[in-house]
């Protein structure tokens, strides 16, 4: 089964995060909560959005149902590759992974993921004990130059051997009040707990901003779920998506 919404997110976390989805699925999150698999065609969901990409598939999927908000050409393709899943009353982990294979068979060319929506408040930060390992980087700082065509937030990062960035966490400002974070560390530079300490950091600015800070991660890095369990990132939901 899903993972049931953590009750240690307030009502008024739980209300910014509730309504940052239903704007992103054009759906109030209830209508999953009250049971039952749906698929909507939902034509924002073929138009640029945050930051320029499109994102043809989104579902969010809650202990008790689940919606899947999909570019409208691409619904009756998504009921006939789930077949008898459309009818259940929830989705369970053998139905998202399908759910994840049929949107990556149907976007060949989009990033795709299935995986944890966590989401973080001030009252469940946990931050890294070894936090100032990470460092702001500056606009205008030539190692993260190859990151702001992707990111339109503040970033932090650890640095390597003259100056390389190898390990960071930069933010995507999703709405006027959630910020997500996304994090990446070199594969030689692993197992230090630097992605702690910079997702430590970048919530912290987002928290200090007034923001709800989310993390959304893939179900099988056990890492990055370490990383947001342990800076006290509760589960909202699970979530497939497809994004070009």
């Known amino acids: ?8 997110l307030g009502a008024g976390t739980l209300r910014i995060v509730d309504d940052y989805a239903a704007q992103v699925l054009r759906c109030p999150p209830d209508v999953a909560r009250a049971g039952g698999v749906h698929l909507l065609a939902v034509p924002e969901r073929g138009l640029p959005a945050w930051h320029g990409y499109v994102m043809p598939v989104l579902g969010l999927s809650f202990a008790s149902g689940a919606v899947v908000a999909c570019r409208p050409d ?7 590759t789930l077949g ?15 759910l994840h294979r049929a949107v990556r068979q149907l976007l060949p060319n989009a990033f795709t993921l299935g995986g944890d929506f966590r989401v973080l408040d ?20 030539a190692s993260a130059l190859h990151l702001r065509t992707r990111f ?25 009040a959630v910020w997500e974070i996304a994090v990446a560390t070199e594969a030689d530079y692993r197992g230090r707990g630097y992605a702690r300490d910079v997702v430590s950091a970048a919530s912290r600015h987002t928290l200090d901003a007034g923001r709800i800070a989310i993390y959304i991660h893939d179900r099988d890095n056990s890492t990055s779920a370490f990383v947001a369990r342990a800076l ?11 994004e070009y």
């Open 1 to 8: 089964m899903t993972p049931v919404t953590s009750a240690r």
């Open 74 to 80: 691409l619904l009756e393709q998504l009921k006939a």
């Open 84 to 98: 008898s899943d459309v009818r259940l009353s929830s989705l369970d982990a053998a139905a998202l992974r399908r």
């Open 122 to 141: 001030a009252s469940t930060f946990a931050p890294s004990a070894q936090e100032d390992r990470a460092e702001f980087i500056a606009d205008e700082d």
């Open 152 to 176: 339109d937030g503040a970033i932090f990062g650890v640095r390597g051997p003259h100056g390389r960035l190898v390990s960071y966490a930069a933010l995507k400002r999703k709405s006027e």
């Open 232 to 242: 006290g990132y509760q589960m909202y939901s699970e979530i497939v998506l497809g």
